[in-house]
């Protein structure tokens, strides 16, 4: 396939583009942004792969995602591009609305000028908080956050698409991710770079919160098989194998860091804090999709990627990523 990935040069997006150009022989062509969590390090082995292109340019520039479209002349639009830290959602919603409104508005009309598929990176989220059992594609939509509620909005404008205008649009909904190339604001490289250089490791609140976690590769599968064996106007739900607290994630970090018991920091919670996500991926199961690594196994290699890639976040930790991290903690990472 010759495929348009918007937000490729981000964690999950560049993921998805390095196995679609490698395990299926794809042409990909990037659209990004470069915001501070786009960097062109992330796809810096793929520049030399035959079908790789990349486009700097926003989703919400209707030139730019011309220009992406005449470059690559796609079949398919895979959108990733999006603002993803709920924690800057709360401080500074305004890019959040303009790019999951305004942009997925954008690529959206191009889909359907162009006449290409379309499929929408989303989130458990938009279902909101559960305290017992699992989300389906049928739970209601309660999202809580301006990230999820502005990534809600833009759902329902591709579900609009396919009602209105026949547009053969899919949305695939995740649960947390985590492996290599995850921008350090997230909470487990957050907890393991802290931990590799001796900072405090911040827990909000009680740290009982749950997620549930799924590894990169196994939520860009899924996108993957989505896109291929998906039925236009559905929604899929892909979720990790293991749900746990947040606490007993950041011990798991400690154990396999090394660092100590005693930089565990309690600090003032999120507000609207989601206290658990848990959901059923039986619908893209049914279509042939399982997630192949265990929480336990994925975790320990990814602790040693960020220790063998310190090219990688040590230019993000000696950045502006400093800054961000004393207005959202109050405090100074370690020089
Ligand atoms: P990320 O923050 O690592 O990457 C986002 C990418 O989008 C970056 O490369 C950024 O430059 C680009 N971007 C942002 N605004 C843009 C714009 N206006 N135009 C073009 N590019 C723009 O995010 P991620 O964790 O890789 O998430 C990718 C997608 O997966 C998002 O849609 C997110 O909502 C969804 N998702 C993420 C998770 C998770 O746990 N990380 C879970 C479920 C779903
Ligand atoms: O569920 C899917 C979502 O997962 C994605 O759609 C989002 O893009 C992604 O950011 C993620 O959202 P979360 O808010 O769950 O992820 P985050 O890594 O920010 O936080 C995970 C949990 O850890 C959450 O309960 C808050 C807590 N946390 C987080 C940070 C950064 C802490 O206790 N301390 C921290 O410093």
Redesign the pocket.
Known sequence: MKLLV??????????FARLRLREQGDAVTV?????????EE?FQDLTEEPGFRFVH?????PG?VAAAIAAGSPEAIV???????VDRSIAEPD?FV??HAL?TYVLLEAAREQGLRYL??????VYGSIDVGTFNEDSPLRPSSP?SAT?TGADLLVASYFHTYGLPAVIC??????GP???PE?LIPLMILNALNGDSLPVYGDGMQVRNW?H?TD?ARAIGHVLEHGDPGEVYNAGGPDEEANIAVIRRIIDLTGAEESQIDYVTDRPGHDRRYSLSSEKVRALGWAPNVRFEDGLAETVAWYRENAWWWEPIRSGDYRGYYERQYGRSLQP
């Open positions: 918007c937000g490729g040069a981000g964690f999950i997006g560049s993921t659209l990004d942004k470069l915001t501070y969590a786009g960097r992330n340019g926003a989703i919400e520039d730019a959108n990733f591009a999006a603002e993803t830290h890019a303009r790019t942009g929408q990176v989303s989130t458990d989220e990230y990534k909904r995740g649960s947390n991710n985590y190339y995850q921008y997230k799924i990169s939520f």
